[in-house]
């Protein structure tokens, strides 16, 4: 199974704050890297697919970027909706699997 | 606006058969465009993909739980279901049901809530 770390595991940051996570995967997978954002109760929501690509209706203060192992989410400005879990999806081989997660919360 | 719903039993009695059902709506199941998928997170834990279901009856498991798990969909009520069998306290877990693009980039971009399963007697 391929395994994808995450870092950090929390982060505390500022409304207007610039935020990064970095997802790394034990072996290349090319652009297959999927992001999600999750709240307590509610359903999580697909932000970022194939490493960049921006899903629909998704604010463009979020981007991602890089490809084989190493890929990352930004924030631009932290919004106060903005503060959940973010995952990683490897979507080049089943088992799909999932990084960790990152909490953000505010400072 | 594509939806789905997860129902089921919130508690399972160790040994047995956990079955959860997903409805969909705002979309059909039938659409050949995509998968239906069942994702677990067990509490403190992360996310781990079960298995996927396609219109055709086709279906496809983790083989971590192949054995146990089986996954249907039925295309008259826009609905999936997911059977995990053999249950133990390690299957307590939120459960969630997801529509994957079959466009060969595999993004989970329509989730359930989730229900949460605990297994205990």
């Known amino acids: 199974d391929i395994q994808l770390t995450q870092s950090p595991s929390s982060l505390s940051a500022f409304v207007g704050g610039r935020v990064s996570i970095t997802c790394r995967a034990s072996q290349s997978i090319a652009n297959f890297v999927n992001w999600y954002q999750h709240k307590p109760g509610k359903a999580p929501k697909l932000l970022i697919y194939?490493?960049?690509v921006l899903q629909s209706g998704v604010p463009s203060r979020f981007s991602g970027s890089g490809s084989g192992t190493d890929f990352t989410l930004s924030i631009s400005s932290l919004q106060p909706d903005d503060f959940a879990t973010y995952y990683c999806?490897?979507?080049?081989?089943?088992?799909?699997?999932f990084g960790p997660g990152t909490r953000v919360d505010t400072k | 606006q594509v939806q789905l719903q997860e129902s089921g039993p919130g508690l399972v009695k160790p040994s047995e058969t956990l079955t959860l059902t997903c409805t969909v709506s705002?979309?059909?199941?039938?659409?050949?465009?995509?998968?239906w998928d069942w994702i677990r997170q067990p509490p403190g834990k992360g996310l781990e993909w079960i298995g996927s279901?396609?219109?055709?009856?086709?279906?496809y498991s983790n083989p971590s739980l192949k054995s146990r798990v089986s996954i249907s969909v039925d295309l008259s009520k826009d609905q999936f279901s997911l059977k995990v069998m053999s249950v133990t306290a390690a299957d307590t877990a939120m459960y969630f049901c997801?529509?994957?693009?079959?466009?060969?980039?595999?993004?989970?971009?329509?989730w359930g809530q989730g229900t949460l399963v605990t297994v205990s007697s």
């Open positions: 705002g979309g059909s199941i039938s659409d050949s465009a995509y998968y």
């Open positions: 279901g396609y219109y055709t009856g086709n279906t």
């Open positions: 194939t490493a960049s």
């Open positions: 999806q490897q979507s080049q081989s089943i088992p799909f699997t």
């Open positions: 997801a529509r994957r693009s079959r466009d060969g980039y595999n993004h989970f971009d329509f």
